[in-house]
């Protein structure tokens, strides 16, 4: 079968607010039910930009569902650029974010731009973006199907 590939991308952690935060279990449900579905449309491929808060809680989606065994063959492709940590990130983002990397099937580091070129490249792209930002323009731009989950909840 013929392995399609989810980009999931979103926000900058320094640009994540508080209220997205206070929505984390929204956006954790939301990303639970659309990457089961892809995952049942025979995309097994996710690749999560590691440094966007939503990348991060996809990743982690991505791991449960692999480890609970309702999506056993899922690859968690992990994209990071080659910075350090955002300046505001805590202890607990550290630690997530070291765990993840740790389970990550595939690792890839590339610079901050080519990253979002990267997302550009899926057959489907899950995103995180305010509806007046330039990367939601970027999106829309590129004619590549996608779901925003920020407009879902």
């Given at each position: ?107 890839e580091t590339l610079p901050e731009k080519e990253i979002f070129c990267n997302a550009l490249a899926g057959s489907h792209i899950i995103c995180y973006y305010d509806d007046f930002s330039e990367e939601i323009g970027q999106v829309r731009a ?12």
């Open positions: 079968m013929y392995n399609k590939s989810v980009a999931i991308t979103g926000s900058t952690i320094e640009k994540t607010t508080k209220y997205d935060q206070f929505r984390e279990d929204k956006i954790r449900m939301e990303l639970y039910r659309i990457i089961l579905s892809f995952y049942g449309k025979g995309c097994h491929t996710f690749t999560c930009h590691m440094h966007t808060y939503l990348g991060l809680l996809a990743a982690d989606t991505i791991i449960m569902l692999r480890e609970s065994d309702k999506c056993p063959e899922i690859i968690l492709s992990a994209v990071i650029p080659g910075t350090a940590f955002p300046a505001d990130t805590d202890k607990v983002y550290h630690a997530l974010y070291d765990d993840l990397m740790k389970q990550a099937d595939k690792k590129s004619g590549i199907p996608y779901t925003n989950i920020r407009k879902m909840i």
